[in-house]
C-alpha cells in the first residue's frame, strides 16, 4: 500500500471496520489490513490506512468521533 498512510489501529476488528466505514461515507478512500493471529484473534491489530493526501482530513475525522488515531 503505497503512498497510504495508518491513520488507526484497534485490536478491535469492529472498531477498525466502523472507522473505514464512516472514512468512505466521508468520501475518503480507506483499506484495513488485518494484522491478527488468524486462531487467536485477541492477538495483533487491525489497521486502517488512507491515501498521504487524505491524512489530515481523516485524522481531523476521527478526532471528531473521539476516537483514538495513531501518530505514526
Known amino acids: 500500500m503505497q503512498d497510504w498512510k495508518k491513520v488507526f489501529s484497534s485490536s ?3 472498531a477498525s471496520s466502523m472507522v473505514m466505514g464512516i472514512l468512505n461515507e466521508n468520501e475518503i478512500p480507506a483499506k484495513t489490513l488485518n494484522k491478527q493471529d488468524s486462531s487467536y484473534v485477541f492477538l495483533g491489530e487491525v489497521e486502517v490506512y ?8 481523516a485524522q481531523t475525522l476521527i478526532d471528531a468521533i473521539q476516537l483514538d488515531p495513531i501518530n505514526s
Open 50 to 57: 488512507v491515501p498521504l493526501p487524505m491524512y489530515e482530513k
Open 12 to 14: 478491535q476488528l469492529a
